[in-house]
Each structure stands twice: as structure tokens, then as C-alpha cells.
């Protein structure tokens, strides 16, 4: 039985592959955006629609949030994402500066982490000796290994940017439709119609078969957005009491 592989193993595929080193992915970004900014904006039309307000109230408070969520939630990611490079860059400092006054510590450290991977003897030594000879890659090694930081941080500008991309992106089609439709129905549908794409999109980097990925997504939207429709419902009937 033959399989179909990502990528070639030809020693000229490999050596240009490694070359361009590895890549940060900001899928997470974009999903996280996707699927919020369409259920905010189903939620908003949902709730609206439950306690039967005007359709302006839809525009005016769809819109609003659209741009002031989005741009939050791109805020937020932004500044957590960058927390994540400074911490790396911490602890990168902390390691450079444990090296220079606590060689042989470290050197220790280096020898224990890569004992507990299973190497002894004259390896473990000739890993050790490679590591340690070059600083920059012993309080990288550090990093990762010690702290389980990540070698390649992300962008926090390109994580923002992903997440409110995709936010407005998604976050429109619920409340176009509304607002052109004029019917919670095919509201109901095309935002069902988002996040299962959103779903669907997101299994091609998941072992996740895409209509399973598409339906929990879908399930999640959908769960949201009845939340939203009961709470307006019940705060209409409460007022009318």
C-alpha cells in the first residue's frame, strides 16, 4: 500500500526544506477571530431578534461590535502574544547570564536533560561537549528544554493582524444577511453556513475529518447563539411582565 507524503526526502528537498527554517503559524489566530467574530454578530442578531427589536438596533449594535470587538480581541492578542516573545527573550537572558557565572552548573543541566532522554556514555558527553560549545544554542537548548518555550516566536503584529482579519471577515456574514434578508432564518443559515466552513477549513491542519471539524464548529456557533436568542427572549418577556 503506498502513501502519499507531504513533502519529498530526496537529500537536495531536505537540505533546501531545513534552510528555510521553521515557520511560526498563526492558524490558532485565525480561527480564534473566525469563529468569535461570526458568533458575535450571530449572538447580537440572535438576542435582537429575541426580544424583537428594530432591525437598526441590528445595524447599530452589529457594526459597533464588529469593529470595537475586533479590534479588541486583535489588541488583546497582540499584547499577549508579545508577552510570550519577551518571556523568551527573559529567559533567554536569565540562561546567557547563568552560563557565564554558573558554567559548569549548566553544563550539568545540559547533561541531565539529555540523560533523561535516554542518552549515556561517550553520546551523552559528545552532546554535551557540541552544546556547550556554542552559547547561543546552550540557552537556546535552555529555553526550550528547561522552560518548554518555543524557538521560533510568533509575530505578535501578524497574530493581531489574523485575528482581526478573520474576525471582520466572518463577523460580516451573519449581519449582511440579516440586514439584506431581512429574515432570522437565513441569518440562522448562513452563519451555520460560517462556522462549519470555518470548521471545515480548520481540519486541513488537523487529523480531524472535515465534516466532523465543520459540525463541532457548527455545534459550538450554533450553542452561542441560542444562548444569546434566550437571554434576549427572556429579558423581553421579562420587561413586558
Given at each position: 500500500?503506498?502513501?502519499?507524503?507531504?513533502?519529498?526526502?530526496?537529500?537536495?528537498?531536505?537540505?533546501?526544506?531545513?534552510?528555510?527554517?521553521?515557520?511560526?503559524?498563526?492558524?490558532?489566530?485565525?480561527?480564534?477571530?473566525?469563529?468569535?467574530?461570526?458568533?458575535?454578530?450571530?449572538?447580537?442578531?440572535?438576542?435582537?431578534?429575541?426580544?424583537?427589536?428594530?432591525?437598526?438596533?441590528?445595524?447599530?449594535?452589529?457594526?459597533?461590535?464588529?469593529?470595537?470587538?475586533?479590534?479588541?480581541?486583535?489588541?488583546?492578542?497582540?499584547?499577549?502574544?508579545?508577552?510570550?516573545?519577551?518571556?523568551?527573550?527573559?529567559?533567554?537572558?536569565?540562561?546567557?547570564?547563568?552560563?557565564?557565572?554558573?558554567?559548569?552548573?549548566?553544563?550539568?543541566?545540559?547533561?541531565?536533560?539529555?540523560?533523561?532522554?535516554?542518552?549515556?556514555?561517550?553520546?551523552?558527553?559528545?552532546?554535551?561537549?557540541?552544546?556547550?560549545?556554542?552559547?547561543?544554542?546552550?540557552?537556546?537548548?535552555?529555553?526550550?528544554?528547561?522552560?518548554?518555550?518555543?524557538?521560533?516566536?510568533?509575530?505578535?503584529?501578524?497574530?493581531?493582524?489574523?485575528?482581526?482579519?478573520?474576525?471582520?471577515?466572518?463577523?460580516?456574514?451573519?449581519?449582511?444577511?440579516?440586514?439584506?434578508?431581512?429574515?432570522?432564518?437565513?441569518?440562522?443559515?448562513?452563519?451555520?453556513?460560517?462556522?462549519?466552513?470555518?470548521g471545515a477549513i480548520k481540519?486541513?491542519?488537523?487529523?480531524?475529518t472535515w465534516w466532523r471539524?465543520?459540525?463541532?464548529?457548527?455545534?459550538?456557533?450554533?450553542?452561542?447563539?441560542?444562548?444569546?436568542?434566550?437571554?434576549?427572549?427572556?429579558?423581553?418577556a421579562l420587561i413586558s411582565?
Amino acid at each position: 500500500m503506498q502513501y502519499a507524503l507531504e513533502h519529498s526526502h530526496t537529500r537536495q528537498a531536505i537540505r533546501a526544506r531545513l534552510a528555510r527554517g521553521p515557520h511560526s503559524n498563526y492558524l490558532r489566530d485565525w480561527i480564534y477571530g473566525g469563529i468569535d467574530g461570526a458568533v458575535t454578530t450571530f449572538a447580537i442578531v440572535a438576542g435582537v431578534a429575541g426580544a424583537d427589536l428594530a432591525a437598526t438596533v441590528v445595524l447599530v449594535l452589529g457594526f459597533a461590535n464588529l469593529l470595537a470587538d475586533g479590534f479588541a480581541m486583535a489588541a488583546s492578542n497582540y499584547s499577549g502574544t508579545k508577552a510570550e516573545h519577551d518571556d523568551y527573550q527573559r529567559i533567554l537572558g536569565i540562561e546567557q547570564k547563568h552560563i557565564a557565572l554558573v558554567p559548569d552548573g549548566e553544563r550539568e543541566e545540559i547533561r541531565q536533560i539529555f540523560a533523561a532522554k535516554g542518552f549515556s556514555g561517550n553520546d551523552l558527553e559528545r552532546i554535551v561537549t557540541v552544546i556547550t560549545s556554542d552559547q547561543a544554542l546552550w540557552a537556546k537548548t535552555m529555553a526550550v528544554e528547561e522552560y518548554g518555550l518555543s524557538p521560533t516566536p510568533r509575530s505578535p503584529t501578524l497574530a493581531a493582524l489574523s485575528t482581526f482579519t478573520a474576525f471582520i471577515m466572518c463577523g460580516l456574514v451573519p449581519l449582511v444577511v440579516y440586514l439584506s434578508a431581512g429574515g432570522l432564518v437565513s441569518c440562522i443559515v448562513a452563519a451555520g453556513a460560517t462556522f462549519f466552513g470555518v470548521g471545515a477549513i480548520k481540519s486541513r491542519w488537523s487529523p480531524m475529518t472535515w465534516w466532523r471539524s465543520g459540525l463541532e464548529t457548527l455545534l459550538i456557533g450554533m450553542s452561542a447563539a441560542a444562548v444569546a436568542f434566550a437571554v434576549g427572549f427572556g429579558l423581553k418577556a421579562l420587561i413586558s411582565a
